[in-house]
């Protein structure tokens, strides 16, 4: 998975209300499956008392991991719009949540996917979507005399990067995936082998 992405900017949340039903949506970027069922769980204590939390994820993985739940409304009315809206939207590595507290008057399946699907529509406005690159990082650990040459590479592949002074000179680097192989094969030339490089 080295190619780009689609996912949201940072956390976003909306509220609206549906004859009575107050909706809340939260949606947020997620590294993994851990992060997104970790959302999940955040949002459920949070609304501990609110009557249904309806999550649903997609994260990049090979396949793609995707998730919903219906959270004890009626089959088919919450957890599938609130997915088709993340997969609408091309969205990867994004987690959403729709709180729902009842209000009193049944909304009917086709109501409820609606209100859902717009819950998780609004939180993913309010957070923004962004494009990516999935990223990787080593270490590069070099000679004084080296440091010069390993830095100037780094700086003009426009990387980012953060050197440690030691006795020896250290560059924890972070770089987009694909382009990751070909920076190696540059410090391991423009040092004649003597850089070691630890992947994380």
């Known amino acids: 998975m080295t190619d780009s992405y689609r996912t949201l900017a940072g956390r976003g949340e909306a509220a609206f209300e549906i004859q009575g039903s107050e909706f809340i949506g939260h949606a947020a970027p997620v590294p993994d499956v851990a992060a997104a069922e970790d959302f999940v769980a955040e949002i459920g204590e949070a609304y501990a008392d609110a009557t249904?939390?309806?999550?649903?994820?997609r994260v990049r993985a090979d396949p793609l991991a995707e998730w919903s739940s219906d959270a004890?409304?009626?089959s088919g009315s919450a957890?599938?719009?609130a997915l088709n809206?993340?997969?609408g939207e091309e969205l990867e590595n994004v987690v959403a949540v729709v709180t729902r507290y009842y209000g009193g008057t049944n909304l009917g399946v086709?109501?409820?996917a609606r209100s859902?699907?717009?819950?998780v529509k609004l939180a993913v406005e309010d957070a923004g979507i962004v494009e990516r690159r999935?990223?990787?990082s080593f270490s590069i650990t070099v000679a004084y005399d080296d440091s010069g040459t390993v830095r100037g590479l780094l700086e003009?592949?426009?990387v980012e990067f953060d050197a440690d002074y030691e006795a020896e000179v250290s560059f924890d680097v972070r770089v987009p995936v694909a382009d990751a192989p070909e920076l190696r094969d540059r410090i391991m030339s423009a040092t004649s082998g003597r850089a070691t490089i630890d992947r994380d």
């Open 156 to 158: 003009s592949a426009a």
């Open 79 to 81: 957890g599938k719009p």
């Open 110 to 112: 086709g109501g409820l």
């Open 116 to 119: 859902y699907a717009r819950g």
């Open 52 to 57: 249904h939390n309806v999550p649903a994820y």
């Open 134 to 136: 999935p990223h990787e």
């Open 72 to 74: 004890d409304e009626p």
């Open 85 to 87: 809206v993340l997969q």
